[in-house]
């Protein structure tokens, strides 16, 4: 048979290759060879992002770039110096049972290799409080040739060997935010290649032991209304998950960060909690594998309040993954703004965050009233065309 012949010989080495190849005198199949990914690091990425997505606790975004650090420190009149960066996130990390909410922080490079100011590695001071140091490993926006004027992320050279240096370095997991513009289409272009980049990363990174974190933020930008959010959302976490699939990504050790679905910053019509929730939890649903262990939003330019109003309306009922917080400027406002450089706030400061941070872990227990909040906390942070 034409088949039986065709297997015959391809078994069988060429006849100028008998004396160095044949070893036995039965021919060897040859082996299709393919390496099951994440194979080596499956059980400990399942475990991670478990105990990142553990019961009344979340994520503490502190991963801004030192531009954007630059930005915030700007705001309480300070330089943007390695030193105020350093005291600032030193004040973050250490304190005092901050674990008992925070399960992981997502730093920014120089943070990971960063001391404490009291000389102690902050990668320490986080595990001691219980709390897993993450590492944000995107390079940034550029603009995406081609398309209507929207945005692409960079960071995919050399991203192999950056995440198994990072692992090195004490982190878990690691996060890659691109993002999707409404006012600007978003054209299919941007939604494919924002897609494929994060399952590239997302693809990468488990590979070499970090628990990625998939975060395509729909912007705030616009006055679209909640509907239109909803349906960009739809398709963008479609194929998000269609090429995640695609690069054989293992959906149990992944954490998503979605934004929630609201009305554009700009459209005059506000959605309530409960209209926040309802849309969210839909898309979720539609889009979202159950094998998915955490739902880690982003804030987005919310108030510290509406951003906590919002979560724990969708934790008023049971949910088949952790719905929870990851929050940067919804965590951090009014401790920054309470700190404002000055040694003798730093208690104070950690006051705050801690308070916050209290507000999200009820809110992820659906517990949270809204008691003893501050006017600085219902201060919206929306900017327009805002980059991390
Ligand atoms: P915000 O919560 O400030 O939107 O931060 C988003 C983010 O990606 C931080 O890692």
Same mark, same amino acid.
């Given at each position: 048979? !034409?088949?039986?012949?065709?297997?015959?010989?391809?078994?069988?080495p060429?006849?100028?290759?008998?004396?160095?190849?044949?070893?036995?005198s039965?021919?060897?199949?040859?082996?299709?060879?393919?390496?099951?990914?994440?194979?080596?690091?499956?059980?400990?990425?399942?475990?991670?992002?478990?105990?990142?997505?553990?019961?009344?606790?979340?994520?503490?975004?502190?991963?801004?770039?030192?531009?954007?650090?630059?930005?915030?420190?700007?705001?309480?009149?300070?330089?943007?110096?390695?030193?105020?960066?350093?005291?600032?996130?030193?004040?973050?990390?250490?304190?005092?049972? *901050?674990?008992?909410?925070?399960?992981?922080?997502?730093?920014?490079?120089?943070?990971?290799?960063q001391?404490?100011t009291?000389?102690?590695?902050?990668?320490?001071?986080?595990?001691?409080?219980?709390?897993m140091?993450?590492?944000?490993?995107?390079?940034?926006?550029?603009?995406?040739?081609?398309?209507?004027?929207?945005?692409?992320?960079?960071?995919?050279?050399?991203?192999?060997?950056?995440?198994?240096?990072?692992?090195?370095?004490?982190?878990?997991?690691?996060?890659?935010?691109?993002v999707?513009?409404?006012?600007?289409?978003?054209?299919?272009l941007?939604?494919?290649? !924002?897609?494929w980049?994060?399952?590239?990363?997302?693809?990468?990174?488990?590979?070499?032991? *970090?628990?990625?974190?998939?975060?395509?933020?729909?912007? *705030?930008?616009?006055d679209?209304?909640?509907?239109?959010?909803?349906?960009?959302a739809?398709?963008?976490?479609?194929?998000?998950?269609?090429?995640?699939?695609?690069?054989?990504?293992?959906?149990?050790?992944?954490?998503?960060?979605?934004?929630?679905?609201?009305?554009?910053a700009?459209?005059?019509?506000?959605?309530?909690?409960?209209?926040v929730?309802?849309?969210?939890?839909?898309?979720?649903?539609?889009?979202?594998?159950?094998?998915?262990?955490?739902?880690?939003?982003?804030?987005?330019?919310q108030?510290?309040?509406?951003?906590?109003?919002?979560?724990?309306?969708?934790?008023?009922?049971?949910?088949?993954?952790?719905?929870?917080?990851?929050?940067?400027?919804?965590?951090?406002?009014?401790?920054?703004?309470?700190?404002?450089?000055?040694?003798?706030?730093?208690?104070?400061?950690?006051?705050?965050?801690?308070?916050?941070?209290k507000?999200?872990s009820?809110?992820?227990?659906?517990?949270?009233?809204?008691?003893?909040?501050?006017?600085? !906390?219902?201060?919206g942070?929306?900017?327009?065309?805002?980059?991390?």
């Open positions: 048979m !034409a088949s039986a012949a065709l297997l015959k010989s391809s078994f069988l060429k006849r100028s290759e008998w004396h160095t190849t044949r070893k036995s039965t021919p060897q199949p040859t082996v299709i060879a393919f390496s099951v990914r994440a194979g080596a690091y499956s059980d400990e990425l399942v475990k991670t992002a478990k105990s990142i997505a553990s019961p009344g606790r979340g994520i503490l975004a502190m991963d801004e770039s030192n531009a954007t650090c630059g930005k915030r420190l700007a705001t309480i009149g300070l330089e943007n110096t390695e030193a105020n960066r350093q005291a600032y996130r030193t004040l973050l990390v250490s304190a005092p049972g *901050l674990g008992q909410y925070i399960s992981g922080a997502i730093l920014f490079e120089e943070t990971l290799y001391s404490t009291d000389g102690k590695k902050m990668v320490d001071v986080l595990t001691q409080q219980n709390i140091p993450g590492i944000k490993v995107d390079k940034g926006l550029v603009p995406l040739t081609g398309s209507n004027d929207e945005s692409w992320c960079q960071g995919l050279d050399g991203l192999a060997s950056r995440c198994a240096a990072y692992y090195q370095q004490g982190a878990r997991f690691a996060k890659w935010r691109t999707v513009s409404i006012p600007n289409g978003p054209s299919a941007a939604v494919k290649e !924002a897609a980049g994060l399952a590239r990363y997302a693809a990468i990174a488990q590979d070499n032991g *970090l628990v990625p974190i998939v975060e395509p933020e729909i912007l *705030l930008d616009g679209h209304g909640i509907e239109r959010t909803f349906e960009v739809q398709k963008v976490w479609a194929e998000v998950f269609f090429y995640l699939a695609e690069n054989n990504v293992m959906f149990e050790g992944i954490l998503l960060k979605p934004s929630m679905v609201t009305p554009g700009e459209c005059p019509e506000k959605a309530t909690p409960k209209q929730a309802e849309y969210t939890l839909k898309l979720l649903h539609r889009r979202i594998p159950p094998a998915v262990p955490g739902i880690m939003f982003l804030s987005g330019g108030s510290e309040v509406e951003a906590t109003f919002n979560l724990n309306a969708m934790n008023q009922g049971p949910n088949p993954w952790h719905v929870s917080f990851s929050y940067a400027r919804a965590l951090q406002n009014t401790c920054l703004k309470t700190w404002g450089g000055r040694p003798e706030n730093v208690k104070a400061a950690q006051d705050a965050l801690l308070f916050r941070a507000a999200n009820l809110a992820q227990l659906g517990k949270y009233t809204g008691e003893g909040e501050s006017a600085e !906390a219902t201060k942070m929306f900017v327009k065309g805002y980059t991390y």
